[in-house]
């Protein structure tokens, strides 16, 4: 029996009129690796700066491992649960170290420098993500697989219990996206952590997440393994094209028709 | 970061500004002598030296360290809040805002004190607190924030409507009234006396220590809001406190110099290339130089044509833009 990570309550969200989540529901188990998928406006990104606290529902209630959402303080809350944005540009040239470092704040208190186990942590997130050989760099001079890797272990010096990617692999080549989907896989099998990972490539997720949840307009439509999730009928009424699927290793592969 | 590079760098910094402080008042249109300035035996109606040391310069000089260190730190935090290399103290309305207030008192002829303020400097610091309340109310959105791409635009706008209401008032003022607005626009630090010192330093001191204390907060929104967000920093409430807190500093040196510009832009841009953009070193930093940086162009706006005084405003892009294009071509890092 696995315990609740998060769990989100009819929750409703509009940033004017129009709403993007509507009376959503949602459980997040401890140690899922959720995929979280949908067409282009469906609310992913809105729906996880939702479960990150960066953006308040206008109705429902989250609870956090059982205890309300909106009674925790930020910083408590940001000493569990971090949140990595889709692409990062810096304006100031801070370095890697620099930025993977800034994932301490919510463990330190006003003007106070980091302390060595505050450089430890960091050392040990860039031993994971494989961006200690890096770390003097400028962030704006490394390539964006690299970002993404930095970014990574930025949030996993904040040594969260929950990490929410918004998209972590859209920009990168294929060696970078299967890179970063294994590390990511390595978090959740060896460290316990519960990842959310709003992505478009449903092979990827397929092949990654044990668990996919599928929204359209606002709305969870499917949510299960991606053998429950990833079928024809449901797809392509979502995304509204003819899709083919196959099976390979367990798998479901999906691949769009394309007229020619 | 660690504490001993840190001390280390600011001691640096905190050293160049000392030597700026005990050599500027050495130089001017008049040699002085020490020895005669701290003698004993002159009485203190006839020693000239200790005068022109104590009355004229020195006051003059802790102004200039007092303004270049509140522009420069206000300039350094609007660029992080702002996200925008090209932010100053002045983007977002309060000197064209505090100008507005300094004309109207011109224009009505007013030329006394209040509560040992001149009413020029009450007028224009209600002008820039005026500019920044208009500016903020006009951005928030109805969730509290303020999106710094709006807010950018409104400071711009707000920037060029008050100069309009300046230069409509500058045309309808007789020449003398004119000569006056001409000098205030100019910016100086030529208002000499102690009291002036003693109103602005407190403020200016607890401003950039508020600042300084939201420093690691200011670091974070300075690469994203969300992020800051997702890291715990209370966004809105690191936002109001960083722009009220900058405004009101820069607001409270404008009234009392003018708008003196190019150091609010330039000095964190400078002190970047050496320290890094972490603002709890780039704060106290571009402090320290800022103070140096302006003192030493005020020198220069004393010395240059002397006896004539230039207003430091016009020294200060003169000097420093050919300097900081000079630092830009040796230093960039990218």
């Known amino acids: ?260 | 970061m660690n504490l001993r590079s840190y001390t280390t760098t600011l001691s640096i910094f905190f050293l160049l500004l000392l030597i700026t402080l005990c050599i500027a008042p050495l130089i001017g249109s008049t040699d002085i002598s020490l020895t005669r300035a701290f003698s004993t035996t002159l009485s203190n109606s006839n020693n000239i030296d200790a005068s022109i040391l104590f009355q004229v310069r020195l006051p003059r000089i802790l102004l200039g360290a007092i303004t270049g260190a509140a522009l420069s730190v206000a300039g350094a935090v609007l660029q992080a809040l702002l996200r925008n290399d090209l932010a100053a103290p002045f983007t977002l309305g309060v000197s064209s805002g505090a100008a507005l207030g300094a004309v109207i008192a011109i224009a009505l002829n007013l030329n006394f004190t209040l509560l040992g303020f001149p009413i020029i400097s009450l007028f224009s610091f209600m002008g820039s607190l005026g500019a920044i309340l208009l500016v903020f109310n006009l951005v928030r959105t109805r969730h509290g924030e303020f999106p710094t791409g709006v807010l950018l635009l409104a400071g711009v706008t707000a920037n060029f409507f008050f100069a309009s209401l300046v230069m409509f008032i500058h045309y309808l003022a007789d020449f003398s009234q004119s000569f006056t607005i001409i000098r205030w626009l100019m910016g100086g630090l030529d208002i000499t006396d102690y009291n002036t010192i003693l109103t602005v330093f407190p403020i200016v001191f607890i401003g950039i220590f508020i600042l300084l204390f939201v420093s690691r907060d200011l670091n974070l929104i300075s690469t994203g809001v969300h992020s800051a967000s997702s890291r715990g920093v209370n966004v809105k409430k690191i936002q109001k406190i960083g722009f009220v807190t900058a405004s009101l500093i820069t607001g409270t040196v404008v009234a009392t110099c003018g708008p003196i510009g190019f150091v609010g832009l330039i000095v964190p841009h400078i002190v970047r290339l050496f320290v890094g953009p972490d603002l709890r070193i780039l704060i106290p930093a571009s402090m320290l130089f800022g103070a140096s940086f302006l003192v030493f162009c005020d020198t220069f706006a004393r010395t240059l044509l002397a006896p004539t005084e230039i207003p430091v405003g016009i020294i200060t892009a003169m000097l420093g833009g050919p300097f900081f294009v000079w630092l830009l071509k040796r230093k960039r890092p990218i």
């Open chain 1, 1 to 260: 029996m696995t315990s609740v990570k998060m769990e989100l309550d009819n929750i409703s969200f509009a940033y004017d009129s129009a709403p993007i989540l509507k009376e959503l529901s949602l459980f997040i188990q401890e140690s899922d690796f959720i995929g979280l998928i949908g067409p282009n406006g469906s609310g992913k990104s809105t729906l996880l700066k939702i479960m990150g606290g960066i953006l308040k529902p206008d109705s429902g209630c989250i609870k956090f491992k059982g205890s309300e959402t909106r009674r925790i303080s930020k910083k408590i809350f940001a000493q569990s649960v971090s949140w990595i944005p889709q692409g990062n540009p810096m304006v100031f040239p801070f370095k890697v170290s620099e930025v993977v470092l800034m994932g301490r704040h919510p463990h330190l208190s006003a003007l106070s420098f980091e302390s060595h186990e505050d450089f430890n942590i960091s050392q040990r997130a860039m031993k994971t993500t494989m961006t200690s050989e890096f770390s003097e760099r400028f962030f704006n001079e490394i390539s964006e697989g690299e970002k993404q890797r930095v970014m990574i272990a930025s949030a996993l010096a904040q040594n969260p219990e929950l990490m929410l990617l918004d998209e972590p692999t859209s920009a990168l080549d294929l060696k970078y996206q299967i890179e970063i989907m294994n590390i990511l896989k390595d978090l959740n099998t060896n460290h316990k952590m519960t990842l959310i990972v709003a992505m478009h490539d449903l092979n990827l997720a397929s092949r990654f997440c044990n668990r996919i949840i599928l929204i359209n307009e606002g709305k969870v439509v499917s949510d299960g393994t991606p053998l429950q999730v990833l079928k024809k009928d449901i797809l392509e009424q979502v995304y509204g094209i003819e899709l083919d699927l196959d099976f390979k290793n367990g798998h479901t592969l999906i691949h769009p028709k394309i007229d020619s």
